[in-house]
């Protein structure tokens, strides 16, 4: 059992009722991929999906950026499609942007990425789907 603190489910809603900007750290050109097929339907919610990914030029019609160090507008929420031992390094760069949230997707955790990120300050919320937490907002 994780001994790693997360917002309630009321503090979740408020994240998500009071955010924009997701960007998608790992988000896939592949449309048969989670991160395109979960960021899709944030997109579709209204929310703005900035993609971060290294190999990509643009995907779902929103320019990619290579490292979240080369977006130059507010980040509402940093949500995490890498491995869980990718974590402590994307939490080393979310902890130098202007994001409110560090979300890591369902199935990943990292104790040392928790602390990185909640030390910068960082609302850190791990291993829980943003779309499946968004449907029940609705």
Known sequence: MSTLK????EEIRNILKGSQTIAVV????????????????????????????????EVLGEKAASSLQEIDEPIDIINVFRRSEHLPGVAKDAAETNAKVF????????????????????????????????????
């Open 6 to 9: 997360y917002p309630s489910q």
């Open 26 to 57: 790992g988000l896939s050109e592949d449309p048969s991929r989670t991160s395109y097929q979960v960021s899709k339907v944030m997109q579709n919610a209204g929310y703005k999906i900035i993609p971060v990914n290294p190999k990509a030029s």
């Open 103 to 138: 979300w890591a997707q369902l199935g990943l955790e990292n104790e040392e990425a928790y602390h990185i990120a909640k030390d910068a300050g960082l609302t850190v919320i791990m291993d829980k789907c943003i779309k499946v937490e968004h449907a029940k907002i609705n």
